[in-house]
């Protein structure tokens, strides 16, 4: 058994004990410790690479150990494939949810472990049933006969939970489960993580939004270079001392921006509309400028921003860059214009796994580091470790796969590779979201530094201590236009929140 001291007298419903894990060249988990008890919420907090999602894979039957235990009502057990954890009735949502955009919603959430009819068919109207009742009981309002492929981001993420809880779990682990979704979907999370603690299951919560954290956790466990740093109650700990346990020293968790000398406008929209996601958007973006855009999720910041990247095509709207009229009409002409654009989904779109961090990371700046026709490795390398250290890219070298990189150090190496280009305008999208808390400032610091440079920002962010910390100024949307516009010196999270909502100021 376990060497923890559980606050409640309960038994733990799942107990790691000495668990061990070596990839080439790097120690992912060092005989670390977790007990998970029923009816309460334990949450997992570490660095970028800290181990977390390892932990999930052990428990879900993915990766195998290298040494320690597993226990399960008193007895050892072993889950040599993920077929044996949930056998097990232990269920995840990862932090990269395998979901098949050719499958229905239904499909999706049953694949491997459909419901049969007494013939041994698969029961197509019992499967639509039950997808049924799963997303009524998680507040999805989802067709289950809808194909993935026509879900936005959040509901896809509604369906990975749907199908979590499609087996009949004792444990669930959540992996950044609110990464993508909207503030309404999040608390929807969050009555689900009630309904499941009243139901008596044991969860498992990685986050990197303290705030979720202490709303929801009754414990907390914290993972440092993948050993198992401390561990206890909620109530008797606070931000302040987790965070020092997490990064081993006390941090600022916003960079406080330098001032930059902002110049002449570099970027000017004008009339950008678009027949179902956003009208008559205009704006001039200065050289050396951080631009905010505040709004909730789905009030059309994203859908612009991809439009004025020429990855959609707006129904009309003009750019000027440096005072040119611009034509955007792809991602390529927009790139060889000096604008690029970091989406929030960087995980499957934003690099090519099987190949090495440097090579992600110079792939579109090639040119800069070649001298006719070849390619100089030297300097290859030097700008990839440039661009990855300022942004506290956490890797063994840089040779390694991105693919063997954890969740935001992938999602550094994705900033890297597009800062590295040196554009003229950046439209980063949710800079920071699934990356830490520590590694946070080191990415607000970069920022502010190359804006100092010349290089202009747009932001696209939901939380508003990073647009209140780094924007010079926020334009705020909603539902498709922009509803408010605030320079630094009137910025507060009243206003925008009044603004991103709708609601009048009081008088
Ligand atoms: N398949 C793999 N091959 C090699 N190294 C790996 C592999 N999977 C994970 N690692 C390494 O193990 C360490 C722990 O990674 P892990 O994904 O568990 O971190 P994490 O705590 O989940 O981080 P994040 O907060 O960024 O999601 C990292 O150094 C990572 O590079
Ligand atoms: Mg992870």
């Given at each position: 058994m376990s060497e923890t001291k559980p606050p409640t007298d309960a038994a733990p419903a799942i107990a790691l004990d000495g668990i061990t894990k070596t990839f080439p060249g790097v120690r992912a988990l060092s005989e670390v410790s977790l007990a998970l008890y029923p009816g309460e919420v334990t949450a997992l907090v570490g660095e970028n690479g800290a181990g977390k999602s390892t932990l999930v894979k052990i428990l879900t039957g993915i990766y195998q150990p290298d040494g320690g235990d597993i226990t399960m009502d008193g007895a050892k057990v072993a889950f040599p494939t993920a077929d044996a954890a949930s056998a097990h009735g232990v269920t995840a949502i990862h932090q990269e949810t395998v979901l098949f955009d050719a499958l229905t919603v239904a499909e999706n959430i049953f694949i491997g472990h459909a419901p049969t009819n007494r013939f041994g068919l698969i029961d197509w109207k019992a499967i639509h049933d039950r997808a049924r009742d799963i997303?009524?009981?998680?507040?999805?309002?989802?067709?289950?006969?809808?194909?993935?492929?026509?879900?936005?981001?959040?509901?896809?993420?509604?369906?990975?939970?749907?199908?979590?809880?499609?087996?009949?779990?004792?444990?669930?682990?959540?992996?950044e489960p609110t990464a993508a979704l909207s503030q309404k979907e999040i608390e929807e999370l969050y009555e689900l993580v009630e309904k499941l603690k009243a139901n008596g299951k044991a969860i498992l919560f990685i986050s990197h939004k303290f705030d979720e954290i202490f709303r929801i956790a009754d414990r907390y466990t914290v993972f440092r270079d993948g050993e198992m740093v401390g561990e206890g109650t909620i109530a008797e700990t606070d931000e302040n001392a987790l965070v020092e346990l997490m990064v081993g020293r006390p941090v600022d968790q916003v960079f406080p921006k330098q001032a930059v000398e902002i110049g002449g406008p570099v970027l000017t929209v004008s009339g950008y509309r678009h027949p179902t996601e956003f009208e008559d958007i205009g704006f001039t973006l200065r050289r050396g400028e951080i631009l905010g855009f505040y709004g909730l999720v789905g009030a059309g910041r994203s859908e612009f921003m991809q439009a004025l990247f020429g990855i959609t095509k707006p129904s009309a709207g003009a750019v000027r860059i440096d005072d040119e009229i611009a034509v955007i009409r792809s991602p390529s002409e927009a790139v060889k214009q000096g604008i690029v654009y970091v989406p929030e989904e960087r995980g499957t779109q934003g690099t090519i796994t099987a190949m090495p961090i440097f090579e992600n990371v110079t792939l579109?700046?090639?040119?800069?580091?070649?001298?006719?026709?070849?390619?100089?490795?030297?300097?290859?390398?030097?700008?990839?470790?440039?661009?990855?250290?300022?942004?506290?890219?956490?890797?063994?070298?840089?040779?390694?796969?991105?693919?063997?990189?954890?969740?935001?150090?992938?999602?550094?190496?994705?900033?890297?590779?597009?800062?590295?280009?040196?554009?003229?305008?950046?439209?980063?999208?949710?800079?920071?979201?699934?990356?830490?808390?520590?590694?946070?400032?080191?990415?607000?610091?970069?920022?502010?530094?190359?804006?100092?440079?010349?290089?202009?920002?747009?932001?696209?962010s939901s939380e508003i201590p990073e647009i209140l910390g780094m924007s010079d100024r926020v334009i705020v949307m909603r539902e498709g236009r922009i509803v408010d516009e605030l320079p630094r010196a009137d910025m507060s999270a009243e206003k925008?929140?009044?603004?991103?909502?709708?609601?009048?100021v009081a008088a």
């Open positions: 997303l009524d009981g998680i507040g999805a309002r989802i067709d289950p006969r809808h194909r993935l492929s026509e879900l936005g981001i959040a509901n896809r993420h509604m369906v990975a939970v749907a199908r979590a809880l499609s087996v009949d779990a004792r444990v669930v682990i959540m992996d579109p700046s090639l040119a800069k580091v070649s001298h006719r026709g070849f390619v100089r490795m030297a300097e290859e390398f030097a700008l990839a470790r440039e661009y990855t250290e300022r942004l506290d890219l956490r890797a063994a070298s840089l040779d390694q796969p991105v693919g063997n990189l954890s969740g935001g150090n992938q999602q550094k190496v994705v900033i890297a590779k597009w800062l590295a280009t040196q554009p003229k305008v950046i439209i980063l999208d949710e800079p920071t979201k699934g990356i830490d808390i520590g590694s946070k400032s080191a990415v607000h610091a970069f920022m502010s530094e190359l804006a100092g440079r010349g290089l202009s920002i747009i932001m696209v925008l929140v009044r603004a991103a909502a709708g609601i009048g």
